[in-house]
């Protein structure tokens, strides 16, 4: 059974800062990752996908990785802007489903 | 761009009622799912649906839950007695059917069950 952890759980960083969060798997045997934004109460957005046979991903100032063997996926924000803040969910697709982690909450500071 | 649309928003049932909540997914989307998130707790996954038919499920998506495409554009998640535990975000996802399971998928705004 996949399990998804995400590291860490709320982070607090000033604007302009680079950041990098973290997010961990059980189960590598995935056919591609997907990282989304949340806004509170809201749904869900897609911000990077990519895929097992892929080392990263890059979109705007977002740049994902996947170490695969490893379970491991990063997501690198550069730059970071107060709109920013949200919460960073990682999910592994297997066959079918998305298997989504607790997410890390960001919060930027102006 | 095309996108995928939920309705009701907001929905407010007494326990033991039936609900049912509708998805138009992205048209040309052949691959449905209903996820769902507890308020604080991880967005889970109840169903897969291709082919009109099942293709996955979770334990949580028991007897008591059930999904239908009723024509060519809606997907519909029906609760039949509701429990207090069933309120929740449920989530509708839609992905293109490609030759391998690579395709990103795709969520509704959700869909806020309380259940009283």
């Known amino acids: 059974k996949q399990e998804v952890t995400q590291i860490p759980a709320a982070l607090s960083v000033p604007e302009g800062e680079n950041l990098v969060l973290n997010c961990s798997f059980t189960d590598s045997a995935i056919y591609n990752l997907q990282w989304f934004r949340q806004d509170p109460g809201k749904g869900l957005t897609s911000l990077l996908l990519i895929q097992s046979s892929q080392r990263e991903q890059t979109s705007g100032r977002l740049n994902a990785s996947l170490d695969k063997s490893s379970g491991r996926s990063t997501l690198y924000i550069a730059a970071s802007q107060p709109g920013d803040s949200a919460t960073y969910l990682c999910?592994?697709?297997?066959?079918?489903?998305?298997?989504f982690g607790q997410g890390t909450r960001l919060t930027i500071n102006p | 761009e095309p996108e995928v649309t939920q309705t009701p928003s907001h929905q407010v049932t007494q326990m033991g009622q039936e609900v049912i909540l509708r998805c138009v997914p992205i048209?040309?989307?052949?691959?449905f799912y209903w996820y769902r998130q507890i308020l604080g707790q991880k967005v889970e996954f109840l169903v897969s649906f291709y082919n009109n038919e099942i293709s996955e499920k979770s334990e949580i998506f028991d007897d008591q839950f059930s999904v239908e495409r009723p024509d060519g554009s809606n997907f519909t998640l029906k609760i039949r007695s509701t429990k207090l535990e069933d309120s929740a975000m449920y989530f509708c996802a839609s992905r293109e059917v490609g030759a391998t399971s690579y395709n990103e998928q795709f969520f509704g705004p959700g869909t806020r069950l309380t259940v009283l």
């Open positions: 048209s040309n989307h052949l691959y």
């Open positions: 999910a592994p697709q297997g066959a079918q489903k998305l298997v």
